[in-house]
Every structure is written in C-alpha cells, then in structure tokens.
C-alpha cells in the first residue's frame, strides 16, 4: 500500500494530505496505463521517435498527488461530468473528420463547468506555487458561482490528434529573434486527446490557429448547458515542446535542415 502523500494543494494552497487528480478526469479516456517519457533524454538530443526508451509507466492514467481531499472531490463534482461529456463528444467528431485541418461541430456542452476544470488541470499541471502566483483562478474554481477570467489571462483550444499528450507549466517563448518585430510568449500547455488547451498570460496565443474559448466564463452561468458551434482547428502533438504543431515530417525535415546548415557553417 502506497504511503501517503503530503503537500500544499494545488488550489487552496493548504499544507496536508494530497489525493490523485486525474488529469483529464478518468473518464475523458484516462483511465489506462500511460507511459511517461524521459523529459531530460529528451531535451539533451533523444529523438521523438524513442518516447518509449527510458520512461516509466504509471498505471491508474495521467495524473500526480496534486489536490487535497476537499479540493479534489468539490471540484471534481461540480466540473468533472461536464467536462467528460465535452470530451466524449469531441473524441466522436475527431474520429470522422481526423484528416481535415479544421473543422466546426455543435457542442451541447455546459461551458463554464468545462473552462473551470480545464482550469483546474492547469492549476494540477502547474503546480503548488502556481495557485499564490495566480489567486484570481483559485477563487474562480473553488466558487462555482463565480464567473470571468482574470484580465491578464486567455484560453485557447484546439483538437489533439495522434496518440501523445502534453503538459507544460508556464514556459516562455520568442519569435522572431533578431528581427525588427520580436514577439514574445508567456503560456501554458495542458493536451490529452482529443483537446489541446493553452492558458496566455498578457500575449497571445503562440500560434494563431488555435482558438479563443475565454469567453465560455463570462457568458454562461453554472451548470446552465448550451448548444455552441466551434471551430477548432487539428493540430498534432510530436515533440515535448509547448507551443510546437509541427507534425513527424516536419520536425524531421527541419532537423536535417538544421544539420545541412550547420555542415555548411563550420
């Protein structure tokens, strides 16, 4: 038997016993073995391809001692069923149009329960010091009453295909380094198919296809269900990076690219 875990929780931020958050909920079809990859093999020059050499595999689906009890189970009820059923519905269209880029389907989805345990999985993803750095979600999560997202923070969604997941904290990104317009990124990543989500701290989005769904929490009331038409487009999800769709061919032509480059330099 597993001895128990301690910790700050992710939400309340009090110090005490932690209980595993699935994140997506188990029933968002995560309620099987995954493998974890080795992030750092990975980073010092492995190759997408061996995800499978040097992870482990944990058994009960993706997810970590994240939430104390309360947090777990409040939470979880408010916002879990109706973010399953998003997710189911999105599994059903992403298995007959797979091939497109993009595509727009009707939701019967009730979006403020959705975009608040999307915001919890962030808040699990993120980690403990994330909830004293960002207290407005805190508060929006653990009052299911509560409606809008802090000013300085946007959500954007996307459909995640292929059979890889993703999560990233909060991670900085440039583009355009060196050029006369420079932007700059401040984001985090939560994908598990079918959906792709990404959480922007005063920037936009680092790639304009995905799509703003920020808006779910100040339109809709709790557990008020709705009939939305969206669009997302279809991104893959290859490398461990957040914020990067390129797909196997590609990440592949660029890195011999890259190499062709560096042959000619030296």
Known sequence: MRPPVFGHCCICGIYGKLSFEHC???????DDSILLADVEKLRTGGNPNDYD??????????GAYTLCDSCNNNTGGWYGAAYVKFARQGMEYLQVSRSASA??????????????QVICMFMSANGPKFQSAQPELARLVLNREMRHLPDHIRLFAFYSIGDRSRSAGVSGLSKGFGGSSPTSYVFSEFTFPPFGFVLTFKCPPPDDRLTNI???????AYNETRTIWLRFPVLPIYTIYPGDYRNRERVLKDGEQNLSDMSRDQ
């Open 214 to 220: 920020s808006y779910w929490a100040d339109e809709f």
């Open 103 to 116: 595509f727009t389907f009707s939701f019967r989805i009730k979006p403020l329960c959705v975009i608040k």
């Open 53 to 62: 050499q040097g992870g482990r595999t944990q058994q009960r689906g993706a």
């Open 24 to 30: 997506p909920p188990a029933s968002a079809f995560n």
